[in-house]
Every structure is written in C-alpha cells, then in structure tokens.
C-alpha cells in the first residue's frame, strides 16, 4: 500500500493490534534516550507520542542521533511489540512501538531558549515571549484544548436551551462601561475615534428591542484595565445572553443547567452543585462571608456579636459599638493544637494588610484563653461560644471596625484561616448566585447618592420604590454568579421604561438631557417598544480557570499578554510609523 507522505497514523493511533504492520510517523523529537547500541526516540504530535526504536546499524541511527529535541521529523518503519517488561501503561501507544527504517527531517531544531520536555518552572517572560515552545508542552496543551472543548459544549447547551447566536461590532462608540476604553483612531473621519467593546451590552439589549428573544454569543472584550490573577489586560471572552419576557427566575433556569453540565463534563471527578443554586442576598453575603463572591467549600461562617460586647467588661469593643461600629466573630475550628504564635501571626497578618488586627480567644478542651476572653470574663465569654455553636476546642477570631471595614476583614480572615487549616475541599464546585444587591450607594468622597453597581438594572418595586422609599433602601434585579470564590459574571434585569431610567438616573444627580445625550441609542430604542428583558455574561476564560485548576488566567489563553498588557512574542503595543499617524492625522505627545 502506498503510505500518506506525512503519515498514516497520528502519534496516538498506534496499538497492539498494529503490530506486523508499517506506520508512518510525523512530529517533533520530544526527547532521546541514547542505549549504546540502541536510540530510543520519543516523537510527539498534537494527539499523543509513539515510541521510535533505531540501533547503530540502521541509517536512520545516525540521522536522528544528530538531531536536536523539537527537530520536526518524519519516520517510516515497522510496529513491533514491547517486551512486557518495557509495557509503558502511562501512554496510549505504550505497547508498541516503531523500529524506524527511514528518516526525514522536515526542519531542524535551534538550540532551545526553553525546553519542551518535562514541566520544569520557567520565567513567565521567556514562556510568553516563546509562547509557541511553551504550547507545546503537555500541561499547557492540554489547558488549549480544554478550552476548545468548553466553548464547543458550552455553544451546543445554549442552542440546545433555544439560545440563538449573532455576531455584535468589534468597532463602536465609547461607552461608560466602568473600565478604561481601547480607542481607535479613524482615517475617514480625522480627530474622531471608535472603542472597542468592553461588553456587548448595549447591542445585546438592542437585539432584544429588535425582537430576537433569545441571543447568545462567545463575545471579545476590550478592557484598558491593570491584570489579576483572575483577570486578563486587554481581552477577555465571556458567554454573553440575553433573554425577552423573562423574570430573575427564568435568567437563572435557563443558564444553570448550561453552568452545572458543562462543569459536570469536565469534572474529571469533582462533584458539581446540583442546580437550583443557592441564592444567596448581598446583605446575608457580606454578613456570612464578607465577600459577595463566597467561596462556599469554605464551611466556616461569620456571624455578627456586637451586641454581647454592648457595655461588656472589654471596653474596646463596648466603645466601638456605642460608636456604631460592629464586631465580627469568625470561628476557627479545631484549633486547639495551634500555638498561641498561629494566633499572633493571623494578628499580625491583618495588620499587614492595613487593619487594626486580629482580637481573638482561644479554647483548649473548653479552657478559654487570650486577653479578650480573661476582660470579657468568664461567663460571658461562655455564653457567646454557647451562641455561636462551637466546640471545646474551637478558636476565634474577632474583626471590629466600621461595618464595611469590618466586613472585608473578616472575609479575608475566614478565607486565610479556611486556607491555613486545610478546611477546603478541592474536589467540588459549588455555585451560589448572591442576588438582591443595592440600587444606589452613598458616595463619601462626591457626598452624593450614586449607583452602587449597574444602572440599567431594574429597580425591585420599579416606580414606586422609586418614587416612595429611601433610595439606599432599594434593592435591585441584580445578580452575581459565583463559583469556589470566584466571580463568573454580573447580570440583571433591564431596567426597560424611559420614565423609570430617567427617575433612577435623576435620583444619582444626573438631569433628562444628560440621560438622553450619554445613552442616546438605548432610550431612543426604548421609546420604540421594548420588551422587558435580562441576561448575564459568565466568564469563559474564568470557567476554563476553574476546570483546569489553574490558579492564573493566562495559563488558558493562547497568547497572553503580561502583567504590563504587553505582547512579548509579537512586540506590541509598539510605536507607529511617520506615514500611519499622518494618514490618521495624529500627532504624538511626549
């Protein structure tokens, strides 16, 4: 038979049943293993590696003993069984493997800035700037084509959920987003500028306007923002939808069961929350957690104890409360082995990140220990263990302060401790929505009422919440969806009424002719029929984060860019030329 020029198998085709038959191979030299008289070649290609077997009399020894590793070769020969002691189970063709009788060499291999064999640590700047040496390792591969796979399942559960899908402009008006914009210069139109888009929010509601019911889109976004662990500069992809004639109810039943399969999908044996997920009000969120992305693998709970520190025996705190601040307690279980030194460092680690500490008590088979507990006294210390349920041998930690400093503290308190105590169990994703934030926040620094998230949403109560209750009392159809402490993405129900915008948007200061200049597209639409309408935008780059378990975004994108939003492979942003910035009409200010 006449063998494909390239090869008649991938790398991963190869089994025992071959065995007898002449294969054609064609990959890169991942790595060589030189026994004397015999070369042992591993080759590798997109699907897998196959052993390559050459001995010091066959041509191809001397070709590929000159080769270096990742040297892209093409080898014929034939497939011979492993003895079973050299059975290599760990690999999909590791019962055979390939004595080579001819070798092609299709491109030789530099010296390597990075090796592609093992997983050894490297420097993010060479791993960046040689990103296509970095893809090739196994790891890293993987993650790749994890991704394909979940944006392809993902795609296929929201046709599936009646979901169609369209294409929004890359090219649009700046818009107040929140985040900084991407503005790119026109030549038609000399002096004026597109952005790009931080969200297809506007277009999305406006499908809606235009009658599509049901869109959804795998949507690029353009955010001149600094990067995070969880947070990509420049781009980012998020599930973007949208739904008509919908309430929070029908958001919420139409995307969790996408959520919950995709995740059970690619589990690999974590358990997934089973849908309904929980829904969890901001307010009891920032109780229970301090955080409004709670990671609920976390068991521990905060629970709010000013009032037994109210005119008590430990006059910081009781002064403290007068004051009107507040005093959380977080329990930290089963620490009645830990040195006072676990105690001090929690305290000190507060202090580290700018709080003014850490109070604690601790219990040793029901013995109290600590300043707090000996000031508090005795009896009402045991009174205030007895209210928070805990054993004879759990600590606790206390974070008083203003409510919001309070709050931040103790949910960066129970995350560390839920960390430090080995309290998390990786092997689940458990989602929760946190649901019923505010409408509108007080703005310290502006004295003024402000909207503390989003202002399309729609007010809970609409016009006559509005109209009748304290602003900072109005809660919003606004959503969270979080997975193990990480924010998969904000949604609402749109806030569709001209007359209801313009009452919001009047209460946060701002007058009819700003609302209709700054938002022209949307009221304009609005005062066409519009249907009422929600949607939401998960994060696919964040969802990929979590199934790979990788603890930084850019090990799941492609081509990354750096802390700095810099393109180390392919040098941008870089300067423009003379000739560009004259065609544009743009002169560059140093």
């Excluded at 020029?5 to 002449?22: F, K, N, P, Q």
């Excluded at 491109?107 to 390597?112: I, P, Q, R, V």
């Excluded at 090739?136 to 994890?146: D, F, G, Q, S």
Aim: glycine content about 8%.
């Amino acid at each position: 038979m006449t063998l494909h020029s390239y090869r008649s198998h991938t790398c991963a085709a190869l089994r025992a049943s071959d065995v007898g038959a002449t294969a054609r191979i064609s990959g890169w030299i991942h790595r060589k293993r030189d026994h004397g008289n015999l070369m042992f070649v591993d080759i590798r290609d997109h699907y897998g590696i196959t052993q390559v077997v050459t001995d010091t009399d066959s041509p191809a020894h001397a070709v590929l003993d000159r080769l270096r590793a990742e040297s892209v070769v093409t080898i014929t020969g034939d497939v011979v069984a492993r003895s079973a002691e050299t059975v290599n189970a760990a690999l999909a063709t590791g019962e055979i493997e390939v004595r080579a009788r001819e070798v092609v060499v299709q491109s030789t291999a530099a010296e390597l800035p990075m090796p592609v064999f093992g997983e050894a640590e490297y420097p993010e700047e060479i791993r960046l700037k040689y990103r296509y040496l970095d893809l090739r390792r196994e790891r890293l591969h993987a993650n790749i084509v994890l991704r394909s796979n979940v944006i392809s399942s993902i795609r296929q559960r929201m046709i599936g959920q009646g979901f169609t899908e369209f294409q929004t402009p890359i090219l649009t008006a700046s818009s107040p987003e929140g985040a900084r914009d991407y503005l790119v210069p026109s030549r038609v139109h000399p002096g004026k500028f597109y952005a790009l888009p931080q969200a297809p929010q506007m277009f999305k509601q406006l499908l809606m306007v235009a009658g599509f019911d049901r869109y959804f889109q795998i949507a690029p976004c353009f955010r001149d923002e600094d990067a995070r662990a969880d947070r990509s500069p420049g781009e980012f992809y998020q599930l973007d939808f949208e739904m008509s004639f919908v309430t929070q109810d029908d958001v919420f039943a139409a995307i969790e069961p996408v959520l919950h399969g995709v995740f059970e999908e690619f589990a690999h044996g974590r358990s997934v929350s089973a849908a309904p997920f929980p829904r969890i009000p901001y307010r009891e969120s920032m109780l229970k957690y301090g955080s409004d992305k709670p990671d609920l693998r976390n068991p521990i709970v905060i629970t709010d104890v000013s009032t037994h520190f109210a005119g008590s025996g430990f006059g910081r705190f009781a002064s403290m409360v007068e004051a009107g601040d507040v005093v959380r307690a977080i329990p930290a279980p089963g620490t009645a082995d830990k040195s006072r030194k676990f105690f001090d460092d929690m305290n000190g680690w507060a202090q580290g990140e700018g709080f003014a500490g850490l109070g604690y008590i601790t219990q040793k088979g029901g013995e109290l220990g600590g300043p707090i507990a000996k000031i508090h006294g005795e009896e009402a210390t045991r009174k205030l263990v007895a209210a928070l349920g805990l054993g004879p041998d759990d600590g606790i930690f206390f974070a008083a302060g203003p409510e919001a400093t309070a709050a931040k503290l103790a949910g960066a308190a129970r995350t560390r401790i839920g960390n430090e105590l080995d309290l998390i169990d990786k092997n689940r994703f458990e989602f929760c929505w946190i649901v019923d934030f505010p409408m509108f926040e007080y703005d310290e620094d502006a004295k003024k009422i402000d909207f503390s998230h989003n202002p399309f949403s729609m007010p809970q109560g609409e016009m006559d919440a509005l109209e009748t209750m304290n602003p900072l009392d109005i809660l919003a159809y606004q959503y969270d969806i979080v997975c193990n402490g990480i924010e998969l993405s904000s949604g609402a129900i749109r806030n569709h009424r001209p007359d209801i915008m313009y009452k919001a948007f009047e209460i946060a200061g701002y007058t009819q002719e700003q609302v209709d200049t700054n938002f022209a597209g949307m009221i304009g639409a609005f005062k066409l029929g519009a249907p009422p309408h929600g949607g939401s935008a998960p994060g696919i780059d964040r969802i990929v984060m979590l199934l790979a378990d990788e603890p930084n975004i850019r090990e799941v994108i492609v081509f990354p860019m750096n802390q700095k939003a810099e393109d180390l492979m392919m040098n941008a942003p870089a300067p423009a030329t003379m000739k560009q910035l004259r065609e544009l009409g743009i002169r560059v200010v140093e």
